[in-house]
């Protein structure tokens, strides 16, 4: 050092004032720590293999961006303004601080001895000095918010509880030290390029400026450096049994997510054969499901979004995957049905998909809920109270109501909808559903859909076997009805000719769309919004400036927006409708909580004091959270 400092060399000196002894122990209890570490990420690994397998290595490529963009760019994480921004300065000052060390070991231990060749000289090292400096003094600033967050501002969604409390500490003091090391060097070695780490030169400057000479200076460096050294092990020892495992489990987790359709649950293959019928014991958890339990930071962003938690049911989508993960590391043997979790808690779920669009880590709350209600459903037939009349009603009438299937095409009369024939082609099914065929407001719908599609000339036609699309049984865990009912729309498809599917409702959309090709339905699919918008776009039909003078907003339908990521179109059909007073509510898109989208919601509207809190709470969203707080919904149309 002193030989570069003279010929103003910016350089490196890694083990200034450091003796042998230290030298020693840093290599070995660097060693012993990795070792510990490897142990026990091995260890987790093993429990997470425990579980069924399942594929989750393909797409490769698509799997390496998610992890690039979600866990390194923290691009889910920064949509939230406080915590977002807190959790990644955090997490990019270590990262930085992280990079910095294995440089700095690349340096010493692999590029010097080996090639010759010092990497952290001149101007890089000056940068890197830089860099590192600010890095650690943004981590500082980040590990200060969160500490305020969460025990002095203390969001209901995170616990203040100790445990989390000697994450943040931990950090700091390595970081803290860091800093002290450096500004003792500084202050001792006084290189010409010392203000390019400005926070330990300053420090170093305050030092000398309360009088520190030289020999306090080296010993509080050199006692530092050793306690900086040993709190750094520990904690890589630690990591595997401590909170900080999410370093390891969330980007794992991110890059083992579902890249199907989010829309799409998982199919029992040979359903009439097969012997777990939904998960009835943790053990028939697969590896990804533990590991998705095992990836949760316990945020609570999900309990935010989650409307049945907000209306006050039994539901937090954060509790019950916290529940698993503490079995699973517990090694706990009690029923999980029951026991640990409870039927109420997984029939609040509307399936929203809210929780999955807000979690950081990728977890697969939703596919984890059916699975639980599959069990309850097709092993143990309890449903809750108004579900077997919905499903009877389905295998019985082909509609949720039980009313008469011949009455299904009523919505049509005096329209002169073309009907499939079989051997005559047709551009376009409209499948209508069983919403729009038998409730009358959305019967208006259905009829002015028709209506657009004859003024546009488009060649279409509904089909007389149409019946329910079977959704409500799937997500209710009655896949047996499902795998029935499609199986039957999908041989009734079979007899016609059509190139494109228009669907009426998100639920028929998103189960056509996604879920069909897993028996046999593969069609291009295309919600009726869409259709319109394109139609719209063409000049197909045309609508005069200022058609409608009301004050208009858009809720976006869970099944077509958080599912299938459509926003646009539906706002710029209406932004035709109305060139003047379309406003978006405060959470709108994939942000928006409402549960419209339950597939229990056409049986338990009627009858279900917490789902009607559910809905009353989605009726008020509007009031609260549009741009004028005094506007008062004249009427709420189910547009999509
Ligand atoms: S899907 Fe919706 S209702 Fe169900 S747990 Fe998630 S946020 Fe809550
Ligand atoms: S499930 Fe996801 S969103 Fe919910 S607490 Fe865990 S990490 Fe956070």
Request: aromatic share 10%; with cysteine; proline share 5%.
């Amino acid at each position: 050092m002193t030989e570069q400092v003279a010929s103003g060399i910016p350089y490196r000196d890694t083990f200034w004032n450091i003796p042998m002894w230290a030298r020693v122990f840093v290599y070995v209890g660097g060693t012993a720590a990795i070792a510990v570490f490897a142990w026990g990420c091995w260890q987790r690994v093993a429990l997470w293999r425990e579980g069924t397998p399942e594929r989750r290595t393909d797409r490769i490529p698509e799997r390496i961006v998610l992890v690039l963009t979600q866990a390194l760019g923290q691009a889910r994480i920064v949509s939230q303004a406080y915590a977002g921004v807190m959790h990644a300065i955090v997490f990019w000052g270590f990262l930085a601080l992280f990079i910095g060390t294995v440089l700095a070991t690349l340096d010493y231990d692999i590029t010097v001895p080996l090639l010759h060749v010092k990497l952290l000289k001149g101007t890089f090292y000056l940068l890197y000095e830089l860099v590192l400096d600010m890095f650690g003094l943004f981590f500082v600033v980040g590990l200060g918010m969160a500490c305020w967050r969460r025990f002095v501002t203390r969001p209901a969604r995170v616990d203040p509880t100790p445990r989390f409390a000697y994450a943040p500490l931990i950090l700091f003091v390595i970081n803290a030290t860091g800093f002290v090391m450096e500004a003792c060097r500084l202050a001792v070695v006084k290189p010409a390029w010392a203000a390019w780490s400005p926070v330990g030169y300053a420090l170093g400057q305050a030092m000398r400026g309360v009088g520190m000479g030289e020999g306090v200076l080296r010993a509080l460096h050199l006692s530092v450096w050793v306690f900086h050294a040993a709190i750094a092990f520990v904690f890589i020892a630690l990591i595997p049994q401590s909170y900080f495992m999410h370093l390891v489990t969330t980007p794992l987790n991110i890059f083992f997510s579902k890249l199907r359709p989010r829309g799409e649950l998982a199919k029992i293959e040979n359903i009439e054969e097969a012997e777990n019928l939904g998960v009835s014991k943790f053990e028939e958890f697969s590896w990804k499901r533990r590991l998705d339990f095992d990836a949760c930071v316990e945020c609570g962003r999900c309990q935010d979004a989650c409307p049945a938690y907000i209306s006050g049911s039994a539901l937090n989508p954060k509790r019950i995957i916290v529940k698993l993960k503490r079995y699973m590391l517990d090694g706990d043997t009690r029923p999980i049905h029951g026991e640990v979790i409870q039927a109420d808690e997984l029939w609040a779920c509307t399936t929203c998909m809210a929780c999955v669009q807000e979690c950081p880590a990728y977890i697969d709350i939703v596919d984890t809920i059916v699975d639980l209600r599959r069990f309850l459903a097709l092993s143990e037939g309890a449903l809750p109270s108004t579900a077997p009349l919905a499903l009877q009603n389905i295998q019985r009438a082909g509609n949720p109501w039980g009313l008469a299937p011949a009455e299904r095409l009523k919505w049509a009369e005096g329209l002169d909808v073309p009907v499939l024939e079989e051997g005559k082609r047709v551009e376009y099914l409209y499948w209508v559903g069983c919403s729009a065929s038998y409730d009358r407001r959305n019967q208006n719908i259905a009829r002015s859909v028709v209506k657009i599609l004859k003024k546009a000339g488009v060649s279409f036609a509904v089909m007389a076997e149409e019946r329910c699309h079977g959704e409500v049984a799937r997500r209710l865990g009655e896949e047996y009805l499902y795998q029935t009912v499609t199986t039957e729309n999908v041989e009734n498809i079979k007899k016609y000719s059509f190139d494109k599917v228009i669907t009426h409702c998100p639920h028929c959309f998103n189960t056509i769309k996604n879920e069909y090709p897993q028996l046999g339905g593969n069609y291009e699919v295309v919600h009726h919004t869409v259709f319109i918008d394109r139609l719209l776009a063409d000049e197909k039909i045309k609508l005069p400036r200022g058609f409608d003078q009301r004050k208009l907003t858009y809720h976006d339908p869970c099944y077509i927006g958080r599912y299938n990521d459509v926003y646009e179109e539906p706002r710029r059909v209406l932004s035709v409708l109305n060139t003047n007073d379309v406003t978006e509510m405060r959470r709108n898109r994939n942000k928006r909580t409402s549960p419209s989208s339950s597939p229990r919601a056409s049986s338990r509207r009627a009858v279900d004091p917490a789902y009607r809190e559910i809905i009353t709470r989605r009726l008020e969203l509007p009031l609260h959270q549009g741009p004028d707080k005094r506007a008062r919904p004249e009427k709420a149309v189910r547009f999509p």
